[in-house]
C-alpha cells in the first residue's frame, strides 16, 4: 500500500525491510538498518501525534534520539506532545535548523495536519463504511481485494 500511495513521488522510495525481517521489528532495529546502509545520511522518523504520546515507552527510544530526528505530524484531534516529560532538551522548531541537524531532535509539525489515521480506516472497513476519500484509489482497490481489516 505504500508504494501505491507513493508511486508519484519519486523521491520516496519504500523498502520492505520490516516486511521481510524473521523476528520482531522495533523502530530501533529499523532505524539501525538504515543507519548502516547509509552512514552519512540523516535518518528522519516520521511519526503520527497518536503514537508519539507514548514514545518515552517505546523500546529503546533514547537510542533512536541518538540516531535519528523525529518529525511528529500532528492531527486536527490530537495535543499534548508537547508536554511528554523529557523530550524539552530535543525539541526543534525552526524546521531548517532541523533539517541541518544529524540526529537528536524532535519537530512538530501541523503542515499537513489530518484527521485520518489508519485505526479510523480499517474501523471503516470493519462498519462497512466508505474509504474512498481517505486512500488512493490503488488503496482502495487493493483493500477490498485482498478483504483486508474485515
Known amino acids: 500500500m505504500l508504494k501505491n500511495?507513493?508511486?508519484?513521488?519519486?523521491?520516496?522510495?519504500?523498502?520492505?525491510?520490516?516486511?521481510?525481517?524473521?523476528?520482531?521489528s522495533f523502530s530501533i532495529d529499523t532505524i539501525r538498518y538504515f543507519r548502516n546502509l547509509y552512514p552519512n545520511e540523516n535518518i528522519t522518523l516520521l511519526v503520527g501525534a497518536?503514537?508519539?504520546?507514548?514514545?518515552?515507552?517505546?523500546?529503546?527510544?533514547?537510542?533512536i534520539l541518538m540516531m535519528a530526528n523525529i518529525i511528529v505530524l500532528s492531527r486536527d484531534n490530537n495535543s499534548g506532545c508537547d508536554n511528554i516529560q523529557g523530550i524539552d532538551n530535543f525539541i526543534e522548531e525552526d524546521i531548517c535548523l532541523f533539517n541541518k541537524s544529524k540526529c537528536e531532535?524532535?519537530?512538530?509539525?501541523?503542515?499537513?495536519?489530518?484527521?485520518?489515521?489508519?485505526?479510523?480506516?480499517?474501523?471503516?472497513?470493519?462498519?462497512n463504511k466508505s474509504i474512498e476519500e481517505y486512500v488512493t484509489p490503488e488503496n482502495h482497490k487493493?483493500?477490498?481485494?485482498?478483504g483486508l481489516y474485515k
Open 5 to 24: 500511495a507513493t508511486f508519484n513521488h519519486t523521491a520516496l522510495k519504500v523498502s520492505n525491510y520490516e516486511v521481510e525481517s524473521i523476528n520482531t
Open 50 to 63: 497518536d503514537n508519539f504520546l507514548n514514545f518515552t515507552r517505546w523500546h529503546k527510544y533514547r537510542e
Open 105 to 127: 531532535k524532535i519537530h512538530f509539525s501541523d503542515k499537513y495536519k489530518s484527521s485520518i489515521s489508519s485505526s479510523m480506516i480499517r474501523m471503516s472497513v470493519r462498519e
Open 142 to 146: 487493493y483493500i477490498k481485494d485482498k
